[in-house]
């Protein structure tokens, strides 16, 4: 958004658009509100400092956010990935995907099994 004399506030926020592809994505999902919940921290980020989330290797402007598994009461909220793409001149982020992070294993505790080293 311009400021008074045509340039950038270094305070503005930033544009969050939905590109087609993301509209897509939801398409895969039921229940589209529990994604909205999880998202709206993320949301929150990409209006204020969209540079703060880390970029993908070798993909240029294009960068990640990643929420966390828990619980709301008794209802899971599953983990996403969402991704999206930066334009820093118009100061625009397009949302491009959102989806279900895989689960990581590697949090779990070992078993005994495992340290065999063969």
């Known amino acids: ?3 008074a004399l045509g340039g950038h506030n ?3 926020g ?15 999902f039921r229940d589209t509100k529990a994604i909205d919940s999880a998202l709206g921290p993320i949301e ?3 209006n204020r400092n969209p540079l703060g989330f880390p970029e993908v290797p070798g993909f240029p402007n294009i960068r990640l956010a990643k929420t966390k598994l828990h619980f709301l009461g008794a209802e899971i909220i599953p983990s996403y990935r969402l ?3 930066l ?3 118009t ?20 078993d005994e099994d495992d340290d065999i080293p063969f």
């Open 83 to 85: 991704w999206f793409r």
């Open 44 to 46: 929150l980020g990409l």
């Open 91 to 110: 100061k625009t982020v397009h949302k491009l995907f959102v989806e279900l992070t895989p689960p990581d294993l590697s949090g779990f505790p070992d």
């Open 10 to 12: 270094h305070n503005e």
């Open 14 to 28: 930033w544009q969050v658009v939905e590109d087609d592809s993301f509209e897509l994505s939801l398409a895969q």
């Open 1 to 3: 958004m311009p400021g």
């Open 87 to 89: 334009d820093e001149v």
